[in-house]
């Protein structure tokens, strides 16, 4: 019972390492649920790969703008914004999920450089 209880509070995350210390003991039977678990794992990788990246450019543009260096900054805010209009177009990331992320993100930079200007 205890062993038991101590693999379900694991949750979703330790399913999934379980399954792969297993060689892959998946609950599908059908070629086609096979099938669909191993091009499903590829598209999370490729997501969270897409994401990581994403939230690497958003970050750097921020500590940029934060600590003042505006002409890097800028260059660096238009790096995030192409890195999430590719998340958005490849389905990483929800389009409206982009745009505010990328409004946010011009905002921040245009209050630092009107605070440069005054």
């Known amino acids: ?14 399913m999934r390492e379980q399954s792969r210390k297993n060689g892959g003991g998946y609950l599908a039977n059908t070629k086609s649920a096979l099938k669909r678990v ?16 994403t939230r690497t450019y958003i970050k750097r543009a921020r500590t940029q703008i934060e600590s003042g260096q505006l002409d890097e900054a800028q260059r ?5 914004i192409r890195a999430l209009d590719k998340a958005a177009e490849k389905g990483v990331i929800h389009k409206n999920n982009a745009a505010r992320r990328k409004s946010r993100l011009m905002h921040q930079l245009n209050q630092a450089l009107a605070g440069v200007e005054a």
């Open 1 to 14: 019972m205890l062993a038991i209880l101590q693999r379900s509070v694991g949750g979703v995350a330790s």
């Open 38 to 53: 191993r091009s499903s794992e590829k598209r999370r990788m490729r997501n969270r790969k897409v994401r990581s990246e």
């Open 76 to 80: 660096s805010v238009a790096d995030a």
